[in-house]
């Protein structure tokens, strides 16, 4: 059976904690432009702390009337979208126009935007802009533009992020009846969360023997990380490497092992005890959430069997993972009675 579980997995997240930083800093975001006239009272309509912008949501028709930002949230390596998209604010500007929108491609980022402004009666308004994708496994980038464009333009200006060390976080400007001049909100891009072939929590492989011993592991592990970190895009980084990949090692393991070692001797069984002959899981009530584990070996005094279907039985274990507990196993030969 395992040996010392909860210390070494406590000791492992420790340590692993303490060696690299899980959650990326939201560094203070840089305003680029605006560009247009400057007219309107001044909006913003940035994504959560760390997500990026993806594409804008637009309304128009001679004009810009109202734009409002389209986020989503990043994997922890920040190599792809980990979330659905939203819009993190109401739409700025006035309620004409028909909807349009520029959006990057499932994947991308925006790393730049354009406004393309004109006279309107005495003022200078966004007449309508566009964005410029970047893929984010490489340099390629590639422009988008809405499907219908009207107006007078007089001028074209480019607001872009620092490909190297920022991503598009948001949009800016200025808006009244139409949007009369827009901005790209370019963050720093956070640091991506250590990624390695090598799991990064220090499993103590030579105490696993059986499956269920990798799966009541990877469970700690997984409920020490929440309860430390909460549910994030990083903590879900850091669960995949420091939990998930340890346990299909694990169970690996303890496979190679019972192919290549006999299994040792079951302990002979004291008088009113049932001996178990394969992994089985053992349960609060009959069905529900795991309670606890049983092993091949273990010993179980049987106290009753359902009335409602004869393969529940409720047992008394007096060894391995229920040792000192009454609980509920659905025995389909795991015990012998």
Known sequence: MMRNRSAFLACAIAGAFSATTLFATHVHARDVGPFGGGGGGNFRSECRPNDVLIGVNL??????????????PLNAERTEWAGGAYEPTQYWGGGGGGYQKVACQPGDVVQALSSSYGPWSELTIVKHISIQCRDLGSDYTYEVRPDQVAG????TDWAGCDAATETASGIFGGSGEYVDRIGLVCGGAPSPA???????????MAAMHTQNDCMAAESQCRALIMQAYGASVSSAGVIQAACEQPFQICVQQVLVQQTTTPPPPAPAPTAGTVVVLADVTGYPQEGGADQCYLSPGDQVRLIEKSASDPNWLHVAASSGGCAGQQTWVYNSGELQL
Not at 61 to 72: E, M, Q, R
């Open 152 to 155: 007078t333009v007089v001028a």
């Open 194 to 204: 250590p990624t390695s072939s090598a799991p990064i929590f220090p499993w103590d």
């Open 59 to 72: 309304r128009s028709g001679t004009a810009l009337d109202a734009v409002v930002a389209i986020c989503t």
